[in-house]
């Protein structure tokens, strides 16, 4: 089995610069710093968290993937960047993606300047735009449910009596993001509320992205992983 990129790079700039020497990999390069982490973000995260709490899905032949909620910089390229998964955390396995969100296609650009290059080699990532509960998808054919940054303190009824009460009745790991141990803490709270409770200790994620919202200023996007306990 590969042995994980991510285990031997703990920070940006060294990893980036590990993927110069990557004949692979080497041409996400080409492209400026901002967009190299924009792309590699969601993969770099679920892979960091496939390490920590679900080292088994790495023996698989194929992981089958689901990102709810997902919006537009979970999208880009159609979702291709999602095959890197297995070269960053160390696996011979295939990923097919599922990307299912309202409002995935908020953003009029999804393509990147290495969309081009990525599509010839990496799968695009299946996309719905629709909420889960509408999407008619069979819940119990994913291996990984990843819900990035749910926000539950401002949509939790939505989320946690939603599209959460249907995933856990699968079993499957659930993957969770917070952009800072403080959210951290008060999504963890209102999970606790509800019935439902976090597995192990948070981890904090090294390649986190900044992202600029127009209304929240700069986010720390990824920078707290955990993971949600599969039954109540």
Not at 167 to 178: D, H
Request: a negative charge; hydrophobic letters at 40%; glycine letters at 6%.
């Amino acid at each position: 089995m590969p042995y994980p990129i991510i285990t031997q790079h703990r920070e940006w700039k060294y990893l980036l610069a590990a993927l110069k020497d990557n004949p692979k990999l080497s041409y996400i390069c080409t492209a400026g710093n901002y967009v190299q982490k924009l792309v590699l973000a969601a993969p770099l995260a679920i892979s960091a968290f496939i390490l920590r709490y679900t080292p088994q899905l790495r023996n698989l032949e194929k992981i089958k993937i689901l990102v709810i909620g997902a919006q537009w910089h979970d999208a880009l390229d159609n979702g291709c960047w999602y095959q890197l998964i297995p070269d960053f955390c160390g696996s011979s396995c295939k990923v097919e993606a599922t990307l299912v969100g309202p409002d995935i296609f908020m953003e009029n650009d999804l393509k990147t300047k290495l969309g081009s290059m990525a599509r010839t080699g990496l799968a695009e990532a299946v996309i719905i735009k629709s909420g889960l509960e509408d999407a008619k998808i069979d819940l119990s054919s994913f291996d990984l449910f990843v819900f990035f940054h749910p926000e539950i303190g401002y949509c939790q009824h939505e989320w946690i009596e939603g599209a959460l009460s249907l995933v856990v009745k699968t079993g499957k790991p659930i993957m969770a993001t917070s952009y800072d141990r403080d959210e951290y803490e008060m999504d963890a709270r209102h999970l606790e509320a509800n019935g439902y409770s976090v597995e192990s200790e948070p981890l904090e994620n090294p390649f986190f992205f900044e992202l600029d919202g127009a209304v929240s200023g700069v986010s720390q996007w990824g920078r707290v992983l955990y993971k949600i306990a599969s039954a109540i």
